[in-house]
């Protein structure tokens, strides 16, 4: 049946707010405007916790909270980058504050609306009113979306965009981010630069250097973030996708530097406070990263942002610093985290990691050269990744600095670093995880100079003129390692020079088998498992999206597919 903007009646609400008379006068409005059910909540923590279990229709939330450093701006920021807020849910900012950068830090992270106090029962009810309109209007592009037709979506934001259609603008953000996503970079620059020139907006500026950035225009990226910082000083999220933008162009102190000041603009965000810690566990700062990744999993442990990750890191760092009860408290940490997770492949694995290092702990030398070799044996596997090859260097790392070295082991790195040396910033994190034993580090950082030599022979061969010789020899030696960036050079060259090459259909299907299997589109390689790219706007597929707002009637079960949800800064 058709849904009424002001029909609230099977709705569930959620009030947060510190002040009970506040609370209390908002529990009332909305119980006025016959809202079936009203949760309270006193704190930005117990909200998180109640979010990421049930689904709630309207969120009304303060912007401060006395005696927390954590803001309803914070709330709503990790609550989105973590996909934890479904499109259905209206979240309304209520506050005290007026002042033009909290109204865009709305706008920025796509809030529903902003209620200034002291408001009337009339002010609420006509921003719910909007709001849920508003989502009403949008449906057929999100239920596009739910059902994995991102050409419809895509093509629905862009005719509401060029009509001018009720809520254009944020059709827009919803269509550029479909085209970024699915690797159109151009079209998605194109229509963010379309919205600059409508309306300046810091989001779409964002998106330009985030679409240069995917398209590996690195250099244009950094310039085009450095001057949106110029214009926009505080906007966390440029910070980050500059890190990113700092890393990949191998600037690692101005990386990290970038990713500092993100999260202390966000102090309470798992997922900014996670990827920090992370970073500068794989360049090497193992005392800060001590630090950072303690706080964050104090932080985020009743939090499904908390990624597995954190805790296998935290306890290699507990594990060297032969911390035994600091060790263990990660494994009891661990496990928790790990029961509120579905991907069982990555649990098994990351769960493994963690035994083996209570293994080397309690001297049970065997057990842990036992688990190693078992994982090992998946290192040329589809399912080994990025993540799985550092923890095993990592692993073998510890067992050579306690004189505990495997027969097999030069081989084995050698195996891990031919296969993920794909770019020399990478390479760096590959060998930050060995960084214990320098000489395991060195071996990998060997293998890069490795891949660009045969990358270059085979190029050369397609500049004298046979670009067949290219293909077969980077498909050769894209079989043997595995590697992404061979792989991907043997396709970009068959396209290339696809008249020129006799048998060109066969070749074809070898390497579109190996680039499925070990080097799919846009893949890249993450630090953990985070949820959102900095400046993404949230597009929840396949069952997310479902959860209708009342009376919306949900789509049929969509055939399974590849999922539009982002990777990590790198």
Request: charged share 25%; with cysteine.
């Amino acid at each position: 049946m058709d849904l009424r903007p002001d029909d609230l009646s099977t709705s569930q609400a959620m009030v947060i707010d510190s002040h009970a008379t506040s609370r209390s006068i908002l529990v009332a409005q909305l119980r006025d405007f016959g809202v079936g059910k009203v949760v309270q909540c006193l704190s930005t923590a117990h909200a998180r916790r109640l979010l990421e279990q049930e689904r709630f229709d309207v969120v009304l939330c303060e912007h401060h909270f006395d005696g927390s450093s954590s803001s309803g701006q914070d709330l709503v920021d990790d609550l989105r980058r973590n996909q934890l807020l479904p499109f259905s849910t209206v979240f309304i900012m209520v506050t005290a504050e007026a002042t033009y950068t909290k109204v865009a830090e709305a706008a920025e992270s796509a809030l529903d609306g902003y209620l200034l106090k002291p408001h009337s029962a009339n002010n609420l009810g006509e921003r719910l009113y909007q709001a849920r309109n508003r989502k009403i209007s949008l449906r057929g592009i999100f239920e596009a979306v739910d059902n994995g037709d991102f050409e419809t979506a895509a093509n629905l934001c862009l005719k509401r965009f060029e009509a001018r259609g009720p809520y254009w603008l944020y059709a827009a953000r919803v269509g550029a981010e479909l085209l970024l996503r699915t690797g159109q970079y151009d079209k998605a620059q194109t229509l963010y630069e379309a919205v600059i020139a409508a309306k300046t907006l810091p989001w779409a500026k964002l998106g330009v250097a985030r679409s240069l950035l995917d398209a590996g225009q690195t250099a244009k990226a950094t310039n085009a973030i450095e001057n949106l910082l110029g214009e926009n000083p505080k906007y966390a999220d440029a910070y980050d996708i500059l890190g990113r933008a700092q890393f990949e162009l191998g600037k690692y102190d101005l990386a990290m530097s970038s990713y500092q000041m993100a999260v202390d603009m966000a102090p309470d965000s798992i997922s900014r406070s996670q990827n920090l810690g992370l970073m500068m566990y794989y360049v090497g700062d193992r005392k800060q990263a001590e630090k950072v990744l303690d706080r964050t999993v104090r932080l985020g442990l009743d939090s499904k942002m908390l990624d597995c990750q954190t805790l296998v890191l935290l306890g290699f760092i507990r594990l060297e610093a032969n911390d035994r009860k600091g060790l263990q408290r990660c494994y009891e940490d661990f496990k928790r985290v790990v029961e509120r997770s579905n991907d069982l492949p990555r649990n098994q694995r990351l769960s493994n990691i963690m035994t083996t290092l209570l293994s080397i702990q309690d001297h049970q030398s065997a057990q842990a050269v036992q688990t190693v070799r078992e994982l090992a044996k998946g290192a040329k596997s589809a399912e080994f990744d990025f993540e799985s090859a550092s923890n095993l260097l990592a692993l073998v790392s510890v067992l050579a600095q306690g004189t505990i070295r495997l027969d097999e082991v030069e081989s084995l790195i050698d195996t891990l670093g031919m296969r993920f040396c794909t770019t020399r910033p990478l390479s760096e994190l590959l060998a930050g995880s060995a960084a214990g034993f320098p000489a395991y580090a060195e071996r990998i950082r060997a293998c890069h100079p490795q891949i660009a030599k045969i990358t270059e022979s085979a190029m050369s061969l397609s500049l004298r003129g046979d670009p067949k010789g290219a293909v077969q020899d980077l498909v050769a030696h894209g079989n043997a390692t595995l590697n992404a960036k061979l792989i991907e050079t043997a396709y970009l060259v068959l396209q290339r020079y696809e008249d020129k090459i006799e048998g060109h259909v066969g070749l074809m299907q070898t390497v579109q088998d190996l680039r499925t299997r070990f080097a799919p589109a846009n893949a890249r390689s993450v630090l953990g498992d985070p949820k959102r790219q900095a400046g993404q706007l949230m597009l929840r597929t396949g069952g997310a999206a479902a959860r209708n707002l009342p009376g919306m009637k949900p789509p049929e079960p969509p055939e399974p597919r590849h999922a539009i949800m982002p990777t990590s800064p790198t």
